[in-house]
């Protein structure tokens, strides 16, 4: 008789409920039981999918940057490439606010004490960034941004809008300047600082908002993400 084989779904279900655990409770709240238990499965489960807990919250990291790249991979280059880096913010944002314990854990926000994590593994989702590099490039040739470095460029991006997602998530902005309103005025300053114009970046800014809701409806089930994409090797 051959071995049964992993179900995915329960995988991915073991690492949403394990994330979950871990961002509310901290590592105690991580257990094999009440994984098995909030899941519907055998304690086992833990060890054929991931040889045990360490590797579970590797696979929590892993999992939460290919989500963020398959949000950015339903953004399609356009004849606007400040519509498109402006855009890759909106889908970082939405990754964010649609796997927050993911997003906790894959960021070093959310302790996991005993469950040890190797530079390898804490630099894994980088190669997202790489996706950012190559729009912040079509920038600058374009001449909308007077940057030289498109890295140092899609750096600035990323720590920005990170910030902005991780004060929201942890419901710090409130009105009269709540995500919305910092998140919209953040957009536009970063690109000014790159050396667009206002009224230009604006009117990009706007273009992306647009593109944003035609992909809220063609990529609503994101969440549980049929086949995210790998990392490079």
């Known amino acids: ?18 994330a979950r655990l871990l961002a509310e409770g901290g590592p105690r709240a991580l257990s ?11 304690t086992q489960a833990v060890y054929t999918h991931f040889g045990g807990m360490s590797g579970l919250v590797r696979e929590m990291v892993h999992e939460g940057f290919d ?4 949000h950015f991979a339903h953004v399609a280059d356009s004849d606007d490439p400040v519509a498109d880096i402006a855009l890759l913010g909106i889908a970082y944002r939405r990754n964010g606010g649609r796997n927050p314990h993911l997003y906790a854990i894959m960021f070093g926000t959310t302790t996991h004490t005993g469950y040890r994590l190797n530079e390898p593994d804490r630099q894994y989702g980088r190669y997202t960034l790489g996706r950012v590099s190559r729009t912040a490039a079509r920038c600058i040739d374009s001449g909308r ?9 899609a750096h600035h991006m990323w720590t920005a809008v990170h910030g902005i997602v991780s004060l929201e ?49 063609r990529a609503g089930g994101l969440e549980e993400r049929a086949g995210g994409l790998p990392a490079p090797s």
């Open 67 to 70: 989500r963020l790249q398959t």
């Open 145 to 153: 941004f007077t940057a030289a470095d498109p890295e140092l460029v």
């Open 32 to 42: 094999t039981r009440r994984l098995a238990a909030e899941a519907g499965c055998s």
């Open 169 to 217: 998530l942890g419901d710090y902005l409130i009105p009269p300047y709540d995500a919305d309103t910092c998140f919209e005025t953040q957009l536009v300053n970063l690109m000014v600082a790159q050396g667009d114009g206002r009224a230009r970046a604006t009117r990009s800014i706007a273009a992306a908002r647009l593109r944003a809701v035609g992909l809220e409806e």
């Open 1 to 18: 008789m051959s071995p049964r084989r992993a179900d995915p779904e329960l995988r991915l279900a073991l690492i949403d409920i394990g």
